[in-house]
Structure formats: structure tokens, C-alpha cells
């Protein structure tokens, strides 16, 4: 039964439209209008099939021509960005992955965002065990050593300073806000490649045995691509993610 939901429609896209999104999404950050060669290398599209395109996108207002005869996005673009930016619902991308996370380690996992010189726990979910941190929904905490301080304090100034290169993703920490409970954190990028907040798994320092630790790092850190995915996100150049 669980194979079967994985499965896609039988229904096929259309083509025409795959094309003309493929036209729209060729676009990068910092381009303020392309020319009819840099969408053809883009996109893979001959140029013709690019004309043809983007007239029906300029009717319908999400490209517009400039004078030299190269090609900007338009207001319609704006206008969806705006619709989604209201309707975007963080909590509907983070807690499954969070639940995930749960799932694949038997571990609390929890998003943090920072809050002036504080980090605020915004979503988490428990670990089946009893013995566990209980912080919950809506506390803050203060930026202090733990793993999940340091993700929020080393990677929220722009530009990034120049030794979050050298850091080793996710960072651990064992006992720095509780002498009884560890942690590992790592980034979640939004738009931008700006900061969105911190994905941690925590536990009691007992259970952090060296094999726990080697196996929970490539998972924390692939959810943490997952969500920055997920949300639009896109992860800076200079950070590298060490996953073991």
C-alpha cells in the first residue's frame, strides 16, 4: 500500500508548458533581462521555439521585451510571488521533516530561529522516549554554546564571516545548556540564501554513544538540504557540510 502512494499520476504533463516554465525558471538571481542566445543555452530550446514562447508569456504578463530585444520577467511574476509569500505556511514544511527526522533516529527534533540575542523553539516534535529535554513550542532560550546557538549566531550576519568555512556541519555540542543532554544542529536556508533558522536533534548525553552520533550527522544534515529546498532556499557557497 505504501508503494502505491509513492506512485505518480498516470496523467502526462503537457509539453508546451513544460517549455514555456522551462523559459520562466531560466532565469537566476541577479539577471535583470536575457538575451534570446543566454535562454537558448539556458533552457536547451532552439531559438524559434523560445520566440514562440515568450509571446504568449508576454500576453499573459510574465515576461516582458526591452528595447535591445532581450527578455525580463514581468509583473505577473511578482503578483504569484506575492499570493504564495501570503499563503506560505512554514509549519506545513518543517514538521514533516521533523517528524522524519523523529522517525529515522528515535531522537526530539526541533526548528529554531534566532530572536535578537535569543533563539525561539517554533516547531519541534518529541522522541518516543521518556527521557528526553522537555522545551517546548515558544520557549526562547538564550544564544548561548549550545550546537543550535552556534548554527543561528555563526551563519545570521551578511556577508558570513570568513570561519564558517572551517566549521564541521552539523555541530555538536554535549552538556552546554544542560550537563545531561547533547545536541546537533545544522542551517536552513530560505530565499536568498538568507538564514532561516536551525535544525537540531537532542537527547540525553547517555544515548549519543559515538555510533549514534556517526549515524544522526548525514541524516540531520540531509534533512536540513531537504528543508532548505523545500522552502525555496538555496545554501551559500563558502559553508561546506561535512557528511559522515
Do not use: N
Not at 543550535?148 to 558570513?160: D, E, M, Y
Not at 537532542?202 to 523545500?230: C, K, M, N
Amino acid at each position: 500500500m505504501a508503494e502505491k502512494g509513492r506512485r505518480r499520476p498516470a496523467l502526462e504533463g503537457v509539453a508546451s508548458a513544460d517549455r514555456a516554465l522551462t523559459v520562466l525558471a531560466a532565469f537566476r538571481k541577479g539577471d535583470r533581462s536575457l538575451s534570446l542566445a543566454e535562454l537558448a543555452e539556458r533552457t536547451g530550446l532552439v531559438k524559434s521555439t523560445i520566440m514562440r514562447l515568450a509571446v504568449s508569456l508576454e500576453q499573459h504578463g510574465f515576461l516582458a521585451r526591452e528595447g535591445d530585444g532581450t527578455y525580463r520577467l514581468d509583473a505577473e511574476v511578482l503578483r504569484l510571488a506575492a499570493i504564495y509569500s501570503q499563503s506560505f505556511r512554514m509549519d506545513a514544511h518543517v514538521l514533516p521533516v521533523l517528524e522524519e527526522l523523529v522517525a529515522r533516529t528515535g531522537e526530539t527534533a526541533a526548528f529554531y530561529v534566532r530572536r535578537g540575542e535569543g533563539r525561539l523553539c517554533l516547531f519541534r516534535v518529541d522522541s518516543p522516549h521518556l527521557l528526553r529535554m522537555h522545551v517546548r513550542v515558544g520557549d526562547a532560550l538564550p544564544l548561548d554554546s549550545s550546537a543550535i546557538a552556534q548554527v543561528l549566531r555563526a551563519f545570521s550576519p551578511r556577508p558570513l564571516p570568513a570561519y564558517v568555512t572551517t566549521l564541521d556541519l552539523p555541530i555538536v555540542t554535549m552538556g552546554a545548556t544542560d550537563p545531561h543532554t547533547g545536541a546537533m544542529a545544522a542551517p536552513v536556508f530560505g530565499p536568498g540564501d538568507q538564514l532561516a533558522g536551525a535544525l537540531a536533534l537532542s537527547a540525553p548525553v547517555i544515548r549519543w554513544t559515538p555510533e549514534a552520533l556517526a549515524a544522526a550527522r548525514p541524516v540531520l544534515i540531509d534533512a536540513a538540504l531537504t528543508l532548505t529546498r523545500r522552502i525555496g532556499g538555496e545554501r551559500p557557497a563558502s559553508p561546506r557540510a561535512a557528511a559522515e
